[in-house]
Every structure is written in structure tokens, then in C-alpha cells.
């Protein structure tokens, strides 16, 4: 039994067997091809992605008209009650100033009045 050494080619892999110019060749179209890959799907996923949030946008754009709608109705609300608020108090103001103040006592007070006084003045 002689021992010999094991052939040094016979462990290596297909690759391994090639010259280093190919195996460079081989490499660098190895890394294009998945670069190409990865950015095709990245391409992809982005395009779903654009087309979701367009989406969003279309319906988000809905909303936000329909909340400014039911903001200017609320502003429009508020200018007519702000403005009845005004003209009830002006009419108010103006029923006030034309109103002669009661200066008139009854009868009835005139005599109270008296009793009460009559009353202090003998405690």
C-alpha cells in the first residue's frame, strides 16, 4: 500500500478547475444578473406602491373637500348667528333707551312705605 497524494484537481469544484479570468467573468455576470433582479423588483414593488398611494390621494383629496365643505358651512352658521346675536342686541339697546323708566308708585307702595317708616320710628 503506497500512500499516495491525493490529486489536488479532483476535490475542486467545476468553478475551481476554471482559469481566474473566467471565474472573474463569471462572477461579475453572477452580480449583474442579480442586481438586475433586485432593482426589477424593487421597480415593481414601487410602481404598487405609487399606484396605492395615488389611490389614497384620490379619496384623500374627497375628504379633505368635504371637510373644507362642512367648514364653510360651519363658518356661514356662525356669520348668521354672530349677526342675529347683534341685531337682537341693538334692538334690545334700542327698546331700552326709548323706554321711559317707571317713576310711578301706587297707592298700595305709598302705604307700605309709610307703615314701614312708622314702624322704625316708634322702635
Keep these: ?4 497524494p491525493p490529486d489536488k484537481n479532483q476535490n475542486k469544484s467545476t468553478i475551481e478547475k476554471l482559469p481566474e479570468s473566467t471565474r472573474k467573468i463569471i462572477f461579475k455576470v453572477t452580480l449583474i444578473v442579480l442586481m438586475v433582479t433586485i432593482i426589477s ?19 384623500s383629496n374627497e375628504d379633505l373637500q368635504l371637510i373644507q365643505q362642512d367648514l364653510n358651512q360651519l363658518i356661514d352658521s356662525t356669520r348668521t348667528g354672530i349677526q342675529t346675536i347683534k341685531d337682537t342686541v341693538e334692538q334690545i339697546e334700542l327698546e331700552a333707551d326709548t323706554a321711559e323708566p317707571s317713576t310711578e308708585i301706587s297707592e298700595a307702595e305709598i302705604e307700605l312705605l309709610k307703615e314701614k317708616l312708622l314702624e322704625k320710628k316708634s322702635n
Design 1 to 4: 500500500m503506497s500512500a499516495e
Design 41 to 59: 423588483l424593487w421597480l415593481l414593488s414601487l410602481k404598487v406602491s405609487l399606484k396605492s398611494n395615488v389611490e389614497q390621494t384620490d379619496s
